[in-house]
């Protein structure tokens, strides 16, 4: 178990859950957002590859249309 901050929020998760796990869980489309790892932008590319660890933060921001 891993003990993580999701968007100011203590979350606990299971050993080897990557970014796309985390964004599945919650049912976020991870076309529309960024994902902040420990204060870095992670490449969409890289979600399924990144896994979280213990007393990672992770901020996850949604686009927002307008005009």
Do not use: P, T, W
């Amino acid at each position: 178990m891993a003990k993580i901050q999701l968007n100011g929020n203590k979350r606990v998760i299971s050993s080897k859950f990557s970014i796309l796990s985390l964004l599945k869980k919650y049912k976020i489309d991870s076309k529309k957002v960024a994902v902040e790892l420990n204060g870095k932008i992670v490449n969409k590319s890289k979600y399924k590859l990144v896994y979280l660890k213990d007393k990672d933060k992770v901020e996850i921001v949604h686009f927002i249309g307008g005009g």
